[in-house]
């Protein structure tokens, strides 16, 4: 057991859209991620994603709304709901999802990535 310094994680890397565990917890994987630009509209069919943006802005879009994240805000997308997350800045965020979930979820394409790197 140790602590974690998220500020000092998300030093770690800077690609977008790749995210990274950084703890588990009854079965849920923590991820941070970088985004920038518009990712690919998917669901998960069998997870909610909950997305904590700690810097920047966010907007996850579904086919009924717009919700508008800001640092320190978050929102849970809940299973089977099709959305898609745009920043037009970089933003960073953190992320509870079952450990297992494919970051594109139904969608397979370019930045599928079913195998996040721990650091």
Same mark, same amino acid.
């Given at each position: 057991?140790?602590?974690?310094?998220?500020?000092?994680?998300?030093?770690?890397?800077?690609?977008?859209?790749?995210?990274?565990?950084?703890?588990?917890?009854?079965?849920?994987?923590?991820?941070?991620?970088?985004?920038?630009?518009?990712?690919?509209?998917?669901?998960?069919?069998? *997870?909610?994603?909950?997305?904590?943006?700690?810097?920047? $802005?966010? !907007?996850?879009?579904? #086919?009924?709304?717009? %919700?508008?994240?800001?640092?320190?805000?978050?929102?849970?997308?809940?299973?089977?709901?099709?959305?898609?997350?745009?920043?037009?800045?970089?933003?960073?965020?953190?992320?509870?999802?079952? *450990?297992?979930?494919?970051?594109?979820?139904?969608?397979? $394409?370019? !930045?599928?990535?079913? #195998?996040?790197?721990? %650091?």
């Amino acid at each position: 057991m140790k602590k974690v310094n998220i500020a000092e994680k998300f030093k770690l890397f800077s690609d977008h859209w790749k995210p990274r565990v950084v703890g588990q917890l009854n079965g849920q994987h923590v991820k941070l991620v970088k985004l920038k630009g518009e990712f690919v509209w998917h669901r998960h069919d069998d *997870a909610d994603e909950l997305f904590l943006v700690m810097s920047g $802005e966010l !907007r996850i879009e579904m #086919r009924d709304r717009d %919700i508008t994240l800001e640092e320190g805000e978050f929102f849970i997308v809940p299973r089977g709901v099709l959305h898609r997350s745009v920043a037009v800045e970089e933003a960073h965020a953190l992320l509870f999802e079952p *450990a297992g979930t494919i970051n594109t979820g139904d969608v397979q $394409e370019e !930045r599928t990535d079913d #195998r996040p790197e721990a %650091i």
